[in-house]
């Protein structure tokens, strides 16, 4: 730490956070500048067409753009740029700051709403908001098949669940063969990469002939696997696609099917009038605001390189120019590509489970319970993002990422850069002070004019007290803030407390409201859902780790 952080930088940040009212001024300037980084949606441009038309402004099952698209080619051959993310000594760089309950939740977050197809990148099945899809499903016959419909009362409202070991989880979502799913569960989307995913695309009639530079329409990975590193036996019955790809993501689907439970028996309690379908319903409309206050207040403060944090405070949308309905675009649904998190392996309970054998496999879950799911999380650090430091077991989905950029016509690092309040790079010292990244960048592309936008993003060196990119660090701000806080749910006539028009009796009720309040970080929703509360720290942020480190 620096004597300027020692002295002044980290007290007054203490300062800030002790402090409600200047908390509150401090998160408005804060939230303010980080989304006017660039320009506000609506994006003029998506992934529909080369060019602005109505059905690229309007069909919202393709992605938006920050920038119109650019030819870019000739590419330099994606196995030299994937020699960029490979690491050339086979040692991960470890993270000083964040540990695996990190990029456990980013991966959650991220796969309720960034959704593209492998067969069509161009094309998404996302509802565009931070909705809890991943729990709830992303369409109302989804949400249907994974609800106890029409239960007598002490049971209103509920998830299904199943008991194991004296703890609840989803139901199965195949037979005992493993392979046939459930008929309960027809409307539920497959586990990503099984035969029966992606979802078939639209007929290429439907938008300008505007075809990808070359994808094939298998799967990545035979179903299932022979090696034993899927388990289709253990695949929960969950609302998204992707809930299921690791022990970790299903852990925190996990936690929050049981909150949302937990909710609805509080609301049943207090409103014994209210049927199944209410006492649902507001239950979902808590989860997912108290969701999104996590978003805020624990993820993005454990990003922030700042000595203060951030209030969930949705009143800095309701008169923001830039509170407008989300677009998810293409530049978003790449910049979430944090392969270079996740280590090598995973110390589960005394065994040691490879990245390769991590993921559609829910037995080390199982084996264990939530508490010590959690538990393990937190005590593994992570990766550094950045390049030579992706596990080989996740390289070639940064090859599918490359392509996938390509495929979209993405503009230059350089452009994105502009775009984003940012200089120009006019050398590759101001992308790296690491003499190997800018010696790759210089062998791939020649100037930095010609880097791409994906590797471009993770050549930068991580900013000082964060753990993203500069580049990565304001394009992440300025999407995750003005999608989480626009939240319908979150809008003036539906949060606030003001009597006339007031909505969030209705919305949330005043337990409901004090439910959210009292809700800050995981730790906090674990501690309520589980038999035996965590007696090791959970969370995001390692216990070493301190501001000016």
Request: aromatic residues 10%; charged residues 20%.
């Amino acid at each position: 730490m620096s004597l300027i952080e020692e002295i002044i930088v980290r007290p007054i940040g203490k300062v800030i956070d002790g402090i409600a009212w200047l908390d509150g001024v401090v998160t408005h300037k804060v939230v303010n500048l980080a989304v006017g980084a660039t320009r506000t949606r609506p994006h003029p441009w998506s992934t529909f067409a080369p060019y602005i038309c109505w059905d690229g402004l309007t069909d919202r099952g393709y992605l938006g753009r920050h920038l119109p698209p650019r030819d870019l080619s000739p590419y330099p051959d994606i196995k030299a740029v994937m020699e960029l993310f490979k690491r050339p000594t086979g040692v991960q760089t470890l993270s000083k700051k964040s540990t695996c309950l990190f990029p456990a939740f980013a991966q959650y977050l991220t796969d309720g709403f960034i959704r593209t197809l492998p067969t069509d990148p161009a094309q998404t099945t996302t509802n565009h908001e931070i909705d809890l899809c991943p729990l709830y499903g992303r369409t109302r016959a989804q949400t249907r098949a994974l609800r106890e419909l029409n239960h007598p009362e002490g049971k209103k409202g509920r998830l299904k669940t199943q008991s194991i070991n004296g703890e609840d989880f989803a139901p199965f979502f195949f037979q005992a063969d493993g392979c046939t799913p459930k008929p309960e569960f027809d409307e539920l989307d497959y586990p990503l990469f099984s035969p029966h995913q992606p979802l078939r695309p639209k007929p290429p009639e439907t938008r300008p002939d505007w075809a990808p530079l070359g994808r094939d329409n298998q799967p990545i990975t035979p179903w299932p696997p022979t090696d034993g590193s899927v388990d289709t036996k253990t695949i929960f019955a969950f609302g998204g696609d992707r809930a299921n790809s690791t022990p970790f993501t299903s852990m925190l689907n996990t936690l929050l099917l049981r909150e949302h439970n937990r909710l609805a028996a509080g609301l049943e309690a207090q409103n014994p009038d209210w049927d199944d379908e209410r006492v649902f319903q507001t239950a979902r409309n808590i989860t997912i605001v108290m969701f999104i206050k996590l978003v805020v207040e624990e993820y993005i403060n454990h990003i922030s390189p700042a000595p203060f944090g951030i209030g969930a405070d949705p009143s800095v949308a309701w008169t923001a120019n830039w509170n407008r309905p989300n677009r998810i675009t293409a530049e978003f649904s790449l910049l979430y590509r944090w392969h270079s998190l996740m280590p090598d392996t995973i110390d589960w309970d005394g065994t040691t489970i490879g990245m390769g054998h991590f993921q559609l496999h829910n037995k080390p879950l199982l084996d264990v319970g939530l508490t010590k799911a959690f538990e393990i999380a937190s005590a593994a650090a992570t990766g550094q993002i950045g390049a030579f430091n992706t596990t080989d077991a996740l390289l070639q989905i940064e090859a599918l990422s490359i392509r996938q950029a390509r495929d979209n016509h993405l503009a230059s690092y350089n452009d994105y850069r502009a775009a984003f309040g940012m200089e120009r790079a006019t050398s590759f010292e101001q992308i790296s002070a690491n003499p190997a990244v800018r010696a790759k960048l210089q062998a791939l592309y020649d100037t930095p004019d010609k880097v791409e936008f994906y590797p471009g993003l993770f050549a930068e060196d991580t900013i000082h007290n964060g753990v993203l990119p500069s580049l990565l660090s304001s394009m992440v701000a300025v999407d995750a803030f003005s999608q989480a806080l626009t939240n319908p749910l979150l809008s003036e006539h539906v949060w606030s407390r003001q009597p006339e028009g007031s909505g969030w009796p209705d919305a949330f009720t005043e337990w409901g409201r004090a439910e959210i309040a009292r809700t800050h970080k995981l730790v906090d929703i674990l501690g309520r859902n589980v038999l035996q509360p965590p007696t090791r720290p959970v969370e995001m942020t390692q216990a070493t780790w301190h501001y000016g480190m």
